[in-house]
């Protein structure tokens, strides 16, 4: 079973700053990756698939890069509604689909 | 627009059998995706449960696959999830989702809480 590893556990940053989250596998899952959000008493929401794609509707702000190992969610510019959990999951190798831990970001 | 909508039992006792049912509607469950179950613990993260294909291919968690049944209903456009033996351990959010790749359409979940 492959397992992602997200850091850091809580981000605590202000609105207009950059998020960078990060997003390690434990072994190569090539581009095989998507990062959610969620928000308090809501479902996940898909924002960007395949490492790099941003889903349908989802601002540029959010942006996802990286293949192999190791991968990264950027949120360019913080706005108020961005505070929430992300996580990260993937399918290269399944069963099972697998997540990562999650990521809160946090206002400052 | 594609909505998916989870609905059961909120309660369910130890050694017990959870029963869920997620109907589908915007969207034809014959279409090229493949229907899930995942869950989430209360503050804890996603776990995924197994999918369904409309023509019966079924995948599941091997950490579950023991006591799960995925079944789907193609005349009543809806999937299904059973648990059995449950505990403690099995209390959560329980979303139902479309996979294409990804999960891109999530139900809005169901706590199911399992207690005596």
């Known amino acids: 079973e492959i397992v992602l590893t ?16 990060s997003c390690r596998a434990s072994q190569s899952i090539s581009n ?25 509707g989802i601002p540029a702000r959010f942006s996802g890069s990286g293949s192999g190992t190791d991968f990264t969610l950027t949120i360019s510019s913080l706005e108020p509604e961005d ?23 946090e206002i400052k | ?4 909508q989870e609905s059961g039992p909120g309660l369910v006792k ?10 589908v509607s915007g969207a034809s469950i014959r279409s090229r995706h493949w229907w899930s179950w995942v869950r989430q613990p209360p503050g804890k993260g996603l776990e995924w449960i197994g999918d369904i294909y409309f023509t019966g291919t079924i995948n599941y968690n091997p950490s579950l696959k023991s006591r799960v ?28 989702a479309r996979w294409g790749p990804y999960f891109d359409y999530w139900g809005q979940g169901t706590l199911v809480t399992v207690s005596s």
Not at chain 1, 6 to 21: I, V
Not at chain 2, 14 to 23: I, V
Not at chain 2, 69 to 93: C, G, P
Request: glycine share 4%; net charge positive; charged share 15%.
């Open chain 1, 6 to 21: 997200q850091s850091p556990a809580t981000l605590s940053l202000s609105p207009g700053e950059r998020a960078t989250l």
């Open chain 1, 32 to 56: 095989y990756l998507a990062w959610y959000q969620q928000k308090p008493g809501q479902a996940p929401r898909l924002l960007v698939s395949d490492a790099s794609d941003r889903a349908t």
């Open chain 1, 83 to 105: 505070f929430a959990v992300y996580y990260c999951q993937q399918r290269s190798d399944w069963p099972p689909y697998t997540f990562g831990q999650g990521t809160k970001l």
């Open chain 2, 1 to 4: 627009q594609v909505q998916l």
């Open chain 2, 14 to 23: 130890p050694s017990g059998t959870l029963s869920l049912t997620c109907a």
């Open chain 2, 69 to 96: 049944t995925i079944s789907v209903d193609e005349a009543k456009s809806q999937f299904s999830l059973k648990l059995r033996s449950v505990t403690a351990a099995d209390t959560a959010v329980y979303y139902c």
